[in-house]
Structures are given as C-alpha cells and as structure tokens.
C-alpha cells in the first residue's frame, strides 16, 4: 500500500534506544537506520504514558512502519544535510493511526521533549 504522507516527509531522523550500561560505567545505545519523517518544532501540553502533563517541544510525524522503533525514552536525531544530527528530543508520546478500512492516511505521531 502506498503511503499518501510520504511526499511530506521531507526531514530524515534515526532513533536511539539505550541498551543498558556496559562494564565500565558507559551508557551504551543501538541507532536506528534513518528514515524519512517530518519535524514541527513548538510548544503543546501533552500527557506521558503514566498522564503526567508535560511541554512538548517537538513534533514527529512519520509512516506506521516505523512506530515499532519508538520507546518512551528513546532519543530522537535529526540527520541534517550535511549528515550531522540534531537531538530533537526524547520520545514522551506514540500516537499511531491506523483507519483500517476507512482510506484515511495512516501515520504515526511522536511528542518529543
């Protein structure tokens, strides 16, 4: 199935899950491999996934493929034209939209902080 947002995803981001904490101390985190997705930057209250309101900096929008990637915590990076990154924040919120039969475009949203 063809995905109706993918002209909009002009931004590309890769997603940080932190792996633990290896024998010397150091936080250790897997990269995912980037994708395409859209960032707004701004300011909205949202609810954690324990309720707690929170500002929410930035918002992600990308295709549902990619919501299995997301985990509240997890690190959000920008890849920049010149193929340094950005850290857009940290994943507080995953809403996916899935319209089933309804035909409507289906895409996965991320609150960031």
């Not at 932190?18 to 994708?35: A, L």
């Not at 929008?61 to 299995?68: G, H, I, L, V």
């Not at 950005?86 to 994943?91: A, C, D, E, F």
């Amino acid at each position: 199935m063809m995905d109706e947002l993918a002209d909009f995803y002009v931004h590309t981001a890769i997603v940080r899950t932190k792996n633990g904490v290896n024998g010397q101390g150091v936080t250790t985190y897997t990269d995912s491999s980037p994708f395409p997705c859209f960032f707004a930057d701004g300011s909205k209250l949202v609810r954690d996934s324990q309720g707690q309101r929170i500002i929410g900096a930035t918002t992600l929008t990308c295709s549902n493929q990619y919501a299995p990637l997301f985990q509240p915590g997890s690190q959000v990076l920008q890849v920049n034209d010149d193929m340094s990154h950005t850290l857009k924040g940290s994943v507080v919120l995953i809403n996916v939209a899935d319209s089933k039969g309804l035909e409507l475009p289906d895409h996965t949203t991320v609150s960031l902080v």
